[in-house]
């Protein structure tokens, strides 16, 4: 069986996707949080699943990550930052 997606459900999907693109630092940004907490592009793809290629991308600003890397991508950086403004 199928299952059914009303528009209620895709709109809220829209909405968390493009909060999370919104709370997406730029590409710069995210290459200087990455770096500040001493980690290789190797070590962010790993964490989340993906590869270097893919992280490395992400901070060059040629690709955005899409889904539930997104969502992992944003709660990293956001985990760097905030430990990097407690040190």
Do not use: C, F
Request: hydrophobic share 40%; glycine share 6%.
């Amino acid at each position: 069986m199928k299952a059914t997606v009303t528009p209620t459900d895709a709109t809220q999907a829209v909405t968390s996707q493009v909060t999370l693109i919104r709370r997406l630092p730029a590409p710069a940004m995210r290459r200087a949080l990455r770096e500040s907490a001493g980690l290789s592009t190797g070590d962010v793809a790993r964490a989340l699943g993906v590869t270097r290629q893919a992280v490395s991308n992400w901070e060059r600003g040629k690709r955005t990550p899409r889904g539930a890397y997104l969502d992992s991508y944003v709660q990293v950086l956001e985990r760097i930052a905030h430990l990097n403004a407690v040190a």
